[in-house]
């Protein structure tokens, strides 16, 4: 463990036992994950923003936040719900009202 991952750990330690009297165990901590995780939701639930920041880095700190969705190979990342338009539709009813490409007739 590096020393930034522990001071972070020691926050949520001391916050989690004042805040909601929880006492952390640090060996079981980084042993078993279900616990680990439980901890930090429960830190998450908090209203102290101090402890909700340290859960979220050490998250980030062990591996457990995943990469956000990198763009596809055709350049675009992907869309959530969007309805995507197929190049060269412009002229589709959902775009009739928007300036394309000069003057029609």
């Known amino acids: 463990m590096d020393h ?3 001071q972070t750990l020691a926050r949520i330690k001391i916050r ?3 805040e909601k009297g929880v006492v952390l165990n640090t ?3 980084f042993t ?3 616990y680990a ?3 930090l939701d429960l830190a998450e639930e908090s209203e102290d923003l101090e402890l909700v920041t340290a859960a979220l880095d050490i998250r980030n700190q062990l591996g457990w936040i995943q990469d956000p969705i990198m763009p596809t190979a055709a350049g675009r990342a992907p869309s959530f719900g969007a309805t995507q338009t197929p190049q ?3 002229n589709t009813p959902a775009n009739t009202g928007r ?4 003057a029609r007739s």
Do not use: E, K, N, P
């Open 27 to 29: 060996q079981r901590f």
């Open 37 to 39: 995780l439980q901890l």
């Open 88 to 90: 060269g539709s412009a």
């Open 16 to 18: 989690l036992r004042h």
């Open 4 to 6: 930034a991952t522990l």
């Open 99 to 102: 300036y394309v490409f000069g």
């Open 32 to 34: 078993d994950t279900r």
